[in-house]
């Protein structure tokens, strides 16, 4: 058995890379839905779906915990297939509590009543899908009082990302920074909501300047499942299989996670 990790695409590998490294005795599963990829412009009825099929395959072939290394897929999924019951011994996490308990400086697992935070304005970079779920400050509020959050759907960067234009993925980033600065001019922290964003970190940073913190998912993301497999051993299981697994094209997506990651990532058929 081993820990799955799901995505749209290619940006949950910024989760895979943090958490192989954080964990490299746990062997990962990596699935990119890359045939379907973006998600970001679909309705929440198609994501759930595709998201569902994709979490079964991963719990059917070994895995039994599956992080969402996706936030539209955590945005649209993630509550509704736990309200509908997971398999005895399965689990399925998402990525927004994690950044969110950093982002409002609380331990793992803090569950105490919402409270004034440091952070007072914050953007929010994510999917047309996830911005339109709401889902963020719907977390946030559990959590946190009197902040306010301004969010920019990133259209497009999602697209040029899985497509290797880097050129024209920083040149959206570019004009979404900047239309999101026109609406919030003070903002003193960015959540970059979508794990294709961390493969554009140093650009949103340096379009946000240097008084805003920007909070990024994959690292905070390995840092809490490092703690909860702690807290519960028997979800990493015995098995010493690691494999990334894509519905995409196989050569394609390969060579793009291996411009990625920057090591030789060889992919096979989902
Ligand atoms: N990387 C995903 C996310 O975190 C999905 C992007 C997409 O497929 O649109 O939202």
Same mark, same amino acid.
């Given at each position: 058995?081993?820990?799955?990790?799901?995505?749209?695409?290619?940006?949950?590998?910024t989760v895979?890379d943090a958490v192989?490294a954080s964990?490299?005795? &746990?062997?990962? &599963?990596?699935?990119?839905?890359?045939?379907?990829?973006?998600?970001?412009? %679909?309705?929440?009825?198609?994501?759930?779906? #595709?998201?569902?099929?994709?979490?079964?395959?991963?719990?059917?072939?070994?895995?039994? #915990?599956? /992080?969402?290394?996706?936030?539209?897929?955590?945005?649209?999924?993630?509550?509704?297939?736990?309200?509908?019951?997971?398999? %005895?011994?399965?689990?399925?996490?998402?990525?927004?509590?994690p950044l /969110?308990?950093a982002? @409002?400086?609380?331990?793992?697992?803090?569950?105490?009543?919402? =409270?004034?935070?440091?952070?007072?304005? *914050?953007?929010?970079?994510?999917?047309?899908?996830?911005?339109?779920?709401?889902?963020?400050? =719907?977390?946030?509020?559990?959590?946190?009082?009197?902040?306010?959050?301004?969010?920019?759907?990133?259209?497009?960067?999602?697209?040029?990302?899985?497509?290797?234009?880097?050129?024209?993925?920083?040149?959206?980033? %570019?004009?979404?920074?900047?239309?999101?600065?026109?609406?919030?001019?003070?903002?003193?922290?960015?959540?970059l909501?979508?794990?294709?964003?961390p #493969?554009?970190e140093? /650009?949103?940073?340096?379009?946000?300047?240097?008084? *805003?913190?920007?909070y990024s998912q994959a690292n905070l993301v390995a840092a809490s499942l490092v703690?909860?497999?702690?807290?519960?051993?028997?979800?990493?299981?015995?098995? @010493?299989?690691?494999?990334?697994?894509?519905?995409?094209?196989?050569? @394609?997506?390969?060579?793009?996670?291996?411009?990625?990651?920057? %090591?030789? /990532?060889?992919?096979?058929?989902?």
């Amino acid at each position: 058995m081993a820990v799955g990790i799901f995505d749209s695409g290619l940006g949950g590998l910024t989760v895979y890379d943090a958490v192989s490294a954080s964990l490299p005795d &746990v062997p990962i &599963v990596y699935y990119g839905d890359n045939l379907h990829a973006p998600y970001g412009v %679909r309705d929440a009825q198609d994501v759930f779906e #595709l998201t569902d099929k994709a979490v079964k395959h991963l719990w059917e072939n070994g895995c039994n #915990l599956v /992080i969402l290394a996706c936030n539209t897929a955590s945005a649209a999924a993630l509550r509704r297939m736990q309200e509908a019951g997971v398999p %005895r011994g399965k689990r399925v996490l998402g990525v927004f509590v994690p950044l /969110i308990e950093a982002l @409002t400086e609380r331990q793992w697992g803090d569950n105490s009543p919402p =409270r004034e935070v440091s952070v007072k304005n *914050v953007a929010l970079f994510a999917t047309p899908a996830t911005v339109a779920s709401r889902a963020f400050q =719907r977390e946030l509020a559990f959590r946190a009082i009197g902040v306010d959050v301004e969010a920019q759907a990133c259209g497009g960067v999602v697209d040029a990302i899985e497509d290797g234009d880097m050129i024209l993925a920083e040149a959206l980033v %570019r004009s979404h920074v900047d239309a999101l600065t026109r609406k919030m001019p003070n903002a003193d922290a960015a959540i970059l909501g979508c794990t294709h964003y961390p #493969l554009m970190e140093p /650009i949103f940073q340096a379009a946000l300047g240097d008084s *805003v913190k920007v909070y990024s998912q994959a690292n905070l993301v390995a840092a809490s499942l490092v703690d909860y497999l702690k807290r519960h051993p028997e979800m990493i299981g015995e098995g @010493t299989e690691s494999q990334f697994l894509t519905t995409g094209n196989v050569a @394609t997506v390969s060579n793009n996670a291996t411009q990625f990651l920057r %090591r030789r /990532i060889e992919f096979t058929a989902a």
